[in-house]
């Protein structure tokens, strides 16, 4: 287990700078912020101790970027989230056992909970509901925020934890199915320059689904460009492309259906 956790080990070592460098902001982001969506408004926070109120503008701008250019490789890179849901899917006790049809279908719940994120940022104006309460020991603030804080905060945070939980029985439950930054990154990732895409080499022989942490394939809804299974397609149909320029992959064979169905690039 531990072996194939540390296969990608260049991935591992950028995994964990980053959770040294933002980890801590993803922390606050959810037992202390005190609006309805994190990691967002932090410009105008009151929590004075977060560090998002410094990194969150050129987060967001990179994170942008990184998109436009590798698509959703900030999950498989980056995001301290992504690799706290992988190691609680080391152990899950329902891997492989999802239906693809009821994957792809419980992926879209992504989307529902973007809506809602959007709905409350822009509508609602991001609404408080926790009285950012300050004291310089992280662990007591959480407890008085959790004493004060108006019960639906409270029911927003049993919710993340719960769906991260659910990695311990379905890998990766919360990125998979629930987190609307992911949801988001993956609809403006269509417009991405690079990423792994299946060539017309690819038998559907499913071996990378297996190999992935979230049971999907490259180019396919839900791949986070970590290119963990590349070694595992016998036929090496598996490549570092571009879905927007398929011209300049001289690899891709455009000539039959089964190709173009294998290269098109289907995220939604
Ligand atoms: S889906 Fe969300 S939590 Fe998971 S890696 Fe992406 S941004 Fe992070
Ligand atoms: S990409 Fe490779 S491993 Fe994946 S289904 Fe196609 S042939 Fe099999
Ligand atoms: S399909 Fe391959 S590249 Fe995409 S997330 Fe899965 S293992 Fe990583």
């Known amino acids: 287990m531990l072996k194939t956790f540390f296969s990608n080990w260049k991935r591992r070592i950028v995994q964990f700078i980053s959770l040294g460098l933002i980890g801590e902001w993803s922390f606050y982001g959810i037992f202390r912020c005190p609006f309805a969506?994190?990691?967002i408004g932090c410009g105008n926070c009151p929590v004075i101790q977060c560090p998002g109120r410094s990194l969150w503008l050129w987060s967001w701008i990179l994170i942008g970027g990184s998109v436009l250019v590798f698509g959703r490789a900030f999950c498989g890179w980056i995001c301290p989230g992504g690799l706290v849901s992988e190691i609680l899917s080391m152990g899950s006790f329902l891997k492989s056992k999802l239906k693809k049809r009821v994957s792809a279908g419980l992926a879209y719940g992504k989307y529902f909970v973007l809506v809602l994120a959007l709905y409350f940022f822009f509508l609602a104006q991001n609404p408080r509901w926790a009285i950012p309460?300050?004291?310089?020991d992280f662990f007591k603030s959480v407890g008085l925020t959790v004493e004060h804080a108006d019960p639906v905060w409270?029911?927003?945070i049993l919710f993340v934890l719960a769906a991260l939980g659910l990695s311990l029985a379905v890998p990766m439950f919360w990125c998979r199915f629930l987190c609307p930054t992911g949801g988001a990154i993956e609809?403006?990732?269509?417009?991405?320059l690079f990423g792994f895409l299946k060539n017309a080499r690819c038998s559907?022989?499913?071996?990378?689904?297996?190999?992935?942490h979230l049971e999907t394939r490259p180019s396919e809804i839900n791949c986070v460009q970590c290119g963990d299974c590349k070694e595992s397609c016998k036929p090496n149909a598996i490549e570092w492309k571009s879905p927007l320029?398929?011209?300049r992959n001289p690899?891709?064979?455009f000539g039959s259906g089964q190709a173009r169905s294998a290269n098109k690039p289907h995220f939604l």
């Open 251 to 253: 690899d891709t064979n």
């Open 245 to 247: 320029a398929p011209w």
């Open 204 to 212: 559907d022989c499913d071996q990378c689904r297996h190999r992935c």
């Open 154 to 156: 409270i029911y927003k």
């Open 133 to 136: 309460i300050r004291t310089g």
């Open 37 to 39: 969506v994190p990691y």
């Open 187 to 192: 609809i403006l990732s269509r417009f991405s």
